[in-house]
T-cell receptor, first 111, second 113 residues
Framework: TQLLEQSPQFLSIQEGENLTVYCNSSSVFSSLQWYRQEPGEGPVLLVTVVTGGEVKKLKRLTFQFGDARKDSSLHITAAQPGDTGLYLCAGAKAAGNKLTFGGGTRVLVKP | KAGVTQTPRYLIKTRGQQVTLSCSPISGHRSVSWYQQTPGQGLQFLFEYFSETQRNKGNFPGRFSGRQFSNSRSEMNVSTLELGDSALYLC???FGQGNFEQFFGPGTRLTVL
C-alpha cells in the first residue's frame, strides 16, 4: 500500500491545455516535494512546500499543500511538450531525510 | 556548483555476483540517501548516511549495505545479486539535518542477468 497516492497515473493532453496532478495521503508530512523525471535520468526537484495551505508558483506551474499537510496538487497552465515527463511527489517526516514517494504521474503533452 | 555524480552509469552483472555503486554529493552536502527505482515498486528508500553514520534504513534485506566516507562520498553494495535487483539506483544529497530538499544524481542502471 502506497503511503502517497498519486492520480492520475497517466495523462495525455494537447499543447495549450491545463492539467492537475494530485498527491494524497492519510499521513501528515512535514514537507512535500515535487520532482520531474525524464527517462534514464534522476528526478529533478521542482519545489518544496512546508506550510499547510501554502501555494507556490513556478512560471506555469502552481503547487499547493493541503491545510492538514496530507495532500498536495500540481497544476500546469497551458502545457507545452517540454512539460512531458514523470511527475513524482515525495513526503518527508520530521526526522531525517527519508522520502516516501508516490507512484508517479506520467504526463504526455502532444504538440 | 557541480551536481550529484554517480558512477558507473550502467552496469551488467550476473546472479550471485556483488556490486558496488558510488555517489559523490554536492559540495557542502553531508547527507546522502540511496533509493531503488523499479517499474513495479517505484522509488523506494534504501538508507541515508549523515556524517559517516547510517541515520535511516528502509525495508531491504541485509544484502544491501552502504557506507559514507569523511568527504561525504558514499558507496552502496549489493551482495549475492538476484534478478529482482535490476533497477535504477539513485543517490540524493542534502545539506543536512532539518533541510528536506534532496537533489538526485542521474542514477546507476543495474541489470542482473
Amino acid at each position: 500500500t502506497q503511503l502517497l497516492e498519486q492520480s492520475p497515473q497517466f495523462l495525455s493532453i494537447q499543447e495549450g491545455e491545463n492539467l492537475t496532478v494530485y498527491c494524497n495521503s492519510s499521513s501528515v508530512f512535514s514537507s512535500l516535494q515535487w520532482y520531474r523525471q525524464e527517462p534514464g535520468e534522476g528526478p529533478v526537484l521542482l519545489v518544496t512546500v512546508v506550510t499547510g495551505g501554502e501555494v507556490k508558483k513556478l512560471k506555469r506551474l502552481t503547487f499547493q499543500f493541503g491545510d492538514a499537510r496530507k495532500d498536495s496538487s500540481l497544476h500546469i497552465t497551458a502545457a507545452q511538450p517540454g512539460d512531458t515527463g514523470l511527475y513524482l511527489c515525495a513526503g518527508a517526516k520530521a526526522a531525517g531525510n527519508k522520502l516516501t514517494f508516490g507512484g508517479g504521474t506520467r504526463v504526455l503533452v502532444k504538440p | 556548483k557541480a551536481g550529484v555524480t554517480q558512477t558507473p552509469r550502467y552496469l551488467i552483472k550476473t546472479r550471485g555476483q556483488q556490486v558496488t555503486l558510488s555517489c559523490s554529493p554536492i559540495s557542502g552536502h553531508r547527507s546522502v540517501s540511496w533509493y531503488q527505482q523499479t517499474p513495479g515498486q517505484g522509488l523506494q528508500f534504501l538508507f541515508e548516511y549523515f556524517s559517516e553514520t547510517q541515520r535511516n534504513k528502509g525495508n531491504f534485506p541485509g544484502r544491501f549495505s552502504g557506507r559514507q566516507f569523511s568527504n561525504s562520498r558514499s558507496e552502496m553494495n549489493v551482495s549475492t545479486l538476484e534478478l529482482g535487483d535490476s533497477a535504477l539506483y539513485l543517490c540524493a544529497s542534502s545539506f543536512g539535518q532539518g533541510n528536506f530538499e534532496q537533489f538526485f544524481g542521474p542514477g546507476t542502471r543495474l541489470t542482473v542477468l
